[in-house]
């Protein structure tokens, strides 16, 4: 069974809400990283609708740079940002989600992912520069912004349940 | 839109993916470029016109160096042009300063021979040298003035001189020993022999009453035997310069030392000196003794 994609106002709202939430969580180095990841792998990305999300990516990627303050070169996370939800897209295009099982094994695979990769270009864009543990959160709190995206984006009123 | 949606052939997919596409491009170009991305246009720039900067700055060490040789050949120039003027200024100055240096030179010499030989000796300058004339002689500028009386012997640091011929108040003539009138009691240094120097002009004289037994040798030297009353015994008159055999005696043709052609400042030496003087006597300077052991 396929399940319904939300509806792009809803999917754009929540983003931006994210984004929000990201800008607002700067003070705190735990959650940010965590609402960074939700928004860029789990609520941003859309099937066959490519450029939105990846305008939603390269904001979150930019924001996140931005507040942190850390780096003199920014751009890389937003570079990793916009690889994932493409990747994201492409691949809820190429394997529908049909339960939250999958969605969240889904997106602790993206998120190991998403790690490497915004670290990778970190260091292509400024050189060697420190961790944190910022994407461990994430990675655990996985199925708790796993089960939240899915609540979110899935789960609320839909046709078929009036 | 549809015309053109069929002339260009891309669908809104397409179109999409092209925007995405540049999207990634320039956000992964603009991250390689890494901090500070000026710089790379700058190291860009830098090695496109590395050929004309090297080209530029082998100009203008070219342009540095021609002004540089230029301007040091001006100064060569002008520097040589000093030294050729000091060296013009210092020729004059030395032309000027040179006989006052050498009569300043005889002087001294002059007066080293004064303190060897231990008589009153008086000194007086040549005015004039009638030596070419006949019966010529050398006049000096001092006479009676000076105490002068005929006879006094005349010498320089090199040799005797001649005699002083005759004197006025002011004035006298000396009788050059090379004159053919002049005579001067000489002896030979080696083999003692005496005899009396008759001069043959041009600073030659001849020595006669010199006996063929005596056995003389060229560059001999001759001193004066003192027995003319007019020079005491031991000085320098010249060097024997041919010695031949006579019928009697042996005819000994001396050059005489003294320059008889250049002389300006003389020494007169008493009338009547005594038949020999003494050397003034100097004590020898005394070694500082060493002591034993020391070296």
């Known amino acids: 069974m396929r399940l319904p994609l939300p509806t792009a106002t809803r999917q754009n709202l929540l983003c931006a809400a994210a984004l929000g939430l990201i800008f607002l969580s700067a003070p705190f180095p735990r959650i940010q990283p965590i609402l960074h990841a939700t928004l860029v792998l789990a609520l941003a990305p859309r099937a066959g609708e490519p450029i939105v999300p990846a305008l939603w990516a390269l904001a979150a990627g930019w924001t996140l740079e931005g507040t942190l303050r850390l780096y003199p070169h920014l751009g890389g996370t937003a570079w990793a940002d916009l690889t994932l939800t493409l990747l994201a897209g492409w691949m809820a295009a190429r394997w529908p989600l049909e339960s939250l099982k999958g969605w969240i094994t889904r997106l602790a695979a993206l998120t190991l992912l998403h790690t490497l990769l915004v670290h990778g270009a970190v260091r292509l864009a400024v050189g060697a520069h420190p961790w944190g543990y910022g994407w461990l959160w994430a990675l655990v709190t996985v199925p708790l912004w796993g089960w939240a995206s899915w609540r979110l984006l899935h789960a609320g009123p839909t046709p078929g349940r009036r | 839109m549809a015309v053109r949606a069929v002339r260009w052939g891309w669908s809104r997919t397409r179109w999409q993916r092209l925007v995405l596409a540049l999207l990634w491009l320039g956000q992964g170009i603009w991250v390689l470029l890494g901090p500070n991305p000026g710089r790379h246009w700058t190291r860009l720039a830098e090695v496109v016109s590395r050929p004309s900067q090297s080209l530029a700055a082998r100009w203008q060490g070219w342009r540095a160096n021609r002004n540089l040789s230029a301007r040091d050949m001006a100064e060569i120039r002008a520097e040589n042009a000093r030294l050729t003027s000091e060296l013009a200024q210092l020729k004059t100055q030395a032309a000027q300063e040179g006989p006052r240096l050498a009569e300043a030179d005889a002087a001294v010499r002059l007066l080293g021979l004064k303190q060897q030989i231990p008589l009153e000796l008086k000194a007086a300058r040549v005015m004039f040298s009638t030596r070419p ?163």
Do not use: C
């Open chain 2, 133 to 295: 004339a006949t019966f010529g002689g050398l006049i000096l500028d001092r006479g009676h003035d000076l105490g002068l009386v005929p006879d006094q012997g005349v010498l320089v640091p090199e040799g005797i001189v001649g005699r002083l011929w005759s004197v006025s108040a002011t004035q006298s003539k000396v009788l050059p020993a090379d004159a053919p009138n002049a005579s001067v009691a000489v002896m030979l240094i080696r083999s003692r022999a005496t005899g009396v120097l008759q001069g043959l002009g041009s600073g030659r004289a001849v020595i006669r009453y010199v006996s063929n037994q005596e056995v003389v040798q060229v560059g001999e030297a001759v001193m004066t035997s003192g027995l003319d009353r007019v020079f005491p015994r031991g000085l320098l008159v010249g060097y024997v310069a041919e010695v031949a055999q006579g019928d009697l005696e042996l005819r000994v043709v001396v050059n005489l030392s003294a320059p008889l052609d250049r002389i300006s400042t003389v020494l007169l030496l008493p009338p009547q000196p005594p038949l020999e003087v003494q050397p003034p006597f100097f004590a020898p300077e005394q070694k500082p003794q060493r002591k034993r052991g020391t070296p």
